[in-house]
């Protein structure tokens, strides 16, 4: 998997894992401690994984663009990363 896949896949999971956090606080505890620091954690991977599928190189257009969606970006990211990395695999680019 070219580097560029693999620092998006492993990005957008950790960005999907913050979110999950911050919404599994709202019912269970609410601590602010949890909110004050993992919400800027979570703006900062959301803003890492749409600059990174931005201005990286041989991406699809989908890719790009979906990494941008609120809250669901990091999901949508990991789909197409896992795309493309089979997509560069068949077309022998992956090397």
């Known amino acids: 998997m070219r ?3 693999r ?3 492993i ?3 950790l960005e999907l894992l913050s979110v999950l956090v911050l919404f ?3 019912p ?3 601590a602010d401690g949890i909110e004050g620091a993992l919400g800027p954690i979570h703006g900062a991977l ?12 041989g991406l699809l257009l989908r890719t790009r663009l979906l990494a941008l969606v609120p809250l669901l970006g990091g ?4 789909i197409n990363v896992r ?3 089979h997509r560069t695999v068949e077309n022998g680019e992956g090397r």
């Open 11 to 13: 990005l957008s999971v």
């Open 83 to 85: 795309g493309e990395a």
């Open 3 to 5: 580097p560029l896949l």
């Open 7 to 9: 620092a998006l896949e």
């Open 46 to 57: 959301y803003l890492t994984v749409a600059v990174t599928a931005m201005f990286g190189r």
């Open 28 to 30: 269970l505890t609410r």
């Open 24 to 26: 599994g606080n709202l």
């Open 75 to 78: 999901v949508f990211t990991l």
